[in-house]
């Protein structure tokens, strides 16, 4: 869950340290890292642009699991099936051939 906090330092010394836990497997990233990529990939576009890839965030992300990819046969629906070990590293390996243009 997201959290904002205040925090002040009283002395010359001070720590802060936040631990943050999930019960999804480890593969699956993590949101901050998509939060940093939208920001820079999407914060910045014209307001329409912005709310038609709110749109297709809502469908594809946010959106009702079964709708998504229901008209889709299981063995070929690709990114739209449910995340694996296996498809969460094909996935970043080309996410990472994007990026690394």
Known sequence: SMWWHHVEAKDAFNVLVNYW???????L????????????????LPAAERKIWRDVFDYYVFGDDAERASHIPEKIRGILAPITQDSARRIRAFLLNRLNR
Do not use: E, K
């Open 21 to 27: 836990w999930r019960t999804v497997p480890a593969f």
């Open 29 to 44: 990233g993590t949101p901050q890292d998509a939060l940093t990529h939208a920001m820079l990939t999407l914060r910045d």
